[in-house]
């Protein structure tokens, strides 16, 4: 006894010791933790209050009338810019080509190819139908209020055979198997460092939040890549047009800093649930697209069969 007693008490005297240490260390940083989180929530509020409204972005707000939540819409007020050539790459609508879940799927570089990126449930596959679902709006790419539904790559084609979109699945938060995430980020990041065609990247941001912390560690990735991006507030019809102005100088200031290489200073604005702003994107990335003169050089005959995906693979092969 008189050997096990002084032990016994010893053992618990450093058990307790320790047990107060570790309580400590971890009051101390929990603490520093939620300040910062406390204070980080509270600045970017009081950031974006303090953040001047340009009258200019207001008006060009007004202008595509991009904020207003109304729905099934017959008329927009930059429907005049679907004209000439952006009628001509745009109007026939587009179809899906292939979707690849590694890089052995991605189809033959072809046509010129404009992605989109951005967060799980940013609205990437929404935009996609309205860019290419044509003036009825279809369905072509899968949509739902989880983040991580889309998890292959999808090439859409246009059936005027001037270009492609492709949708790419999301970063940051998604409801999916960690495994399922690496391997779709992998054959995104294999897309995105060696894809000849990709003219340009649209990063997708939620005009509620703007740039986040994850599309921050991503666009560290962006700028090594070689390919221009365009940043794109999605989701425009949920927020009030002042504070989408001051969401709008935000990142134009963050721009102009010289934080990001490569990256194009038009900030897009759009909101797929009312198709506010499509056309104006669809004009600005009219300009990717192939001239007339290099289309028919790739032989497509689209005329007599209709079936772009089948014309471009009998091309290929011819
Ligand atoms: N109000 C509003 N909701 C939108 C808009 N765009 C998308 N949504 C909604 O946001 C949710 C996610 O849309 P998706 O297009 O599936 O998002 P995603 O970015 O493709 O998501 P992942 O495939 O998971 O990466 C859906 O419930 C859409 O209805 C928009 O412009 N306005
Ligand atoms: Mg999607």
Redesign the pocket.
């Known amino acids: 006894m008189s050997i096990v007693g002084p032990c016994a008490v010893r053992c618990a005297l450093r058990g307790s010791f320790h047990a107060v240490l570790y309580w400590r260390r971890w009051k101390s940083t929990s603490q520093t933790t939620l300040k910062k989180v406390s204070s980080s929530g509270r600045g970017v509020r009081s950031r974006l209050r303090q953040t001047p409204i340009d009258p200019k972005i207001l008006e060009k707000i007004h202008e595509l009338e991009v904020c207003s939540p109304r729905r099934r819409r017959t008329e927009y007020p930059d429907q005049d810019r679907f004209s000439g050539r952006v009628f001509q790459v745009w109007s026939r609508g587009g179809e899906l080509y292939q979707k690849a879940r590694s890089p052995e799927d991605f189809p033959e570089e072809l046509l010129p190819e404009v992605a989109l990126i951005?967060r799980?449930?940013?609205?990437?596959?929404?935009l996609i139908n309205s860019l290419v679902g044509g003036t009825k709006s279809r369905y072509l790419a899968e949509?739902?209020?989880?983040?991580?539904?889309?998890r292959e790559l999808g090439f859409y084609v246009l059936r005027s055979g001037f270009m492609s979109m492709v949708d790419l699945?999301?970063y940051g938060f998604?409801v999916a198997e960690e495994q399922e995430k690496k391997r779709w980020q992998e054959t995104v990041k294999a897309y995105l460092q060696n894809r000849k065609t990709l003219k340009r990247l649209l990063i997708l941001l939620d005009a509620r939040h703007g740039i986040m912390k994850a599309d921050r560690d991503m666009l560290h990735f962006f700028q090594r890549c070689k390919v221009k991006y365009q940043f794109v507030l999605?989701?425009c019809?949920?927020v009030k047009d002042d504070e989408l102005a001051r969401r709008v100088y935000m990142i134009r200031e963050e721009i102009s800093s010289g934080a990001y290489k490569r990256v194009l200073k038009n900030i897009m604005m759009t909101?797929?649930?009312t198709r506010a702003g499509a056309f104006t994107l669809q004009a600005e990335l009219t300009g990717l697209a192939l001239r007339p003169a290099q289309r028919h050089a790739l032989k497509l005959d689209l005329a007599t069969r209709g079936n772009v995906p089948e014309a471009i693979r009998r091309a290929l092969k011819s």
Not at 143 to 150: E, I, N, S, V
């Open positions: 951005g799980s449930n940013v609205g990437k596959s929404c949509t739902k209020d989880l983040p991580g539904t889309t699945p999301g998604a999605n989701k019809d949920l909101s797929s649930h």
